[in-house]
């Protein structure tokens, strides 16, 4: 069965980085876009960043872009979030999403698989 399990999560400070990973199995990861949604208290879900299967395409939300960097290993099935310069309104559930398909976008109904999620809390 397809799992996805995040880890990396933790407190960090602000200015901080952490570095999320996926470890996915189940399925040909290979073959499928995957992405990065996270959700704050009380707000709701922000797509974050994806990367198509074969990594030759990514987007990232504009209130990350220039400080996460999304990228994968298909050979080692895992997917990565890298996140430098953390701000405390990046504190968060983030989770791992595997696309339907190649691509990665950020409509909900294209993504098929879920993890349970890593928190990330930034504070000082």
């Known amino acids: 069965q397809v799992q996805l399990v995040e880890s990396g999560g933790g407190l960090a400070q602000p200015g901080g980085s952490l570095r999320l990973s996926c470890a996915a199995s189940?399925?040909?990861?290979?073959?499928?876009?995957m992405s990065w949604a996270r959700q704050a208290p009380g707000k709701g879900l922000e797509w974050v960043s994806g990367?198509?299967?074969?990594?030759?395409?990514?987007y990232y939300a504009d209130s990350v872009k220039g400080r996460f960097t999304i990228s994968r290993d298909n050979a080692k099935n895992t997917l990565y979030l890298q996140m430098n310069s953390l701000k405390p309104e990046d504190t968060a559930l983030y989770y791992c999403?595997?696309?339907?398909?190649?691509?990665?976008?950020?409509?909900?109904?294209?993504?098929?698989?879920w993890g349970q999620g890593t928190q990330v809390t930034v504070s000082s």
């Open positions: 990367i198509y299967s074969d990594g030759s395409d990514t």
């Open positions: 189940g399925f040909m990861f290979s073959s499928y876009g």
């Open positions: 999403v595997r696309a339907r398909s190649w691509v990665a976008t950020t409509t909900p109904n294209e993504y098929d698989y």
